[in-house]
């Protein structure tokens, strides 16, 4: 099953270091920098994952932006994203996008992640040592389990 991932992991890297762990276990996953990719062509993949980490209670607009410009429609979807804050929902703006592609959506993994953003700097962050190695692991088993 070709597997693609768009992502967006800046300031910490919380959000990369979960899917190079997922890209170790699968070296047939491809991996695309949503800063760095320009135009793309995502029809040869079967199914798309959307990772960032949370920015403002959403996914990143470089993340949104490609996903809007380049998912086909109707492609299984699945999202990963890392959080500094204990529960965060987050989904609302990149499920818009993928509901309007009428993209059926396989599932979501999330955990915290180091960040240190605006206030959280001044106490010197949030969330420290996140990802954990089981974090890490479960996002591998997600990633394993997800429906063919």
């Known amino acids: 099953m070709k597997t693609a991932i768009i992502y967006y992991s800046q300031h910490h890297g919380n ?3 979960l899917l190079d762990a997922m ?3 699968d070296p047939d996953l491809t991996l ?3 800063t760095s990719a320009g135009e793309m062509d995502l029809s040869e993949y079967d199914r798309i994952g959307i990772a960032s980490g949370v920015y403002y209670n959403s996914f990143a607009k470089q993340v949104l ?11 299984p979807v699945f999202f ?4 500094g804050a204990p529960k965060v929902v987050t989904l609302k703006e990149i499920r818009k996008i993928t509901q309007a592609k009428h993209c059926p959506e396989l599932g979501a993994y999330h955990c915290q992640g180091f960040d240190t953003f605006g206030p959280f700097k001044l106490v010197g962050g949030l969330a420290k040592g996140h990802p954990t190695k089981d974090e890490t692991e479960a996002a591998v088993r997600f990633y394993q389990e997800l429906p063919v």
């Open 32 to 34: 695309i920098d949503a």
């Open 65 to 75: 932006s490609c996903a809007e410009k380049y998912l086909p429609e109707n492609k």
């Open 80 to 83: 990963v994203y890392t959080h």
């Open 23 to 25: 890209a170790a276990a």
């Open 15 to 17: 959000t990369k270091k």
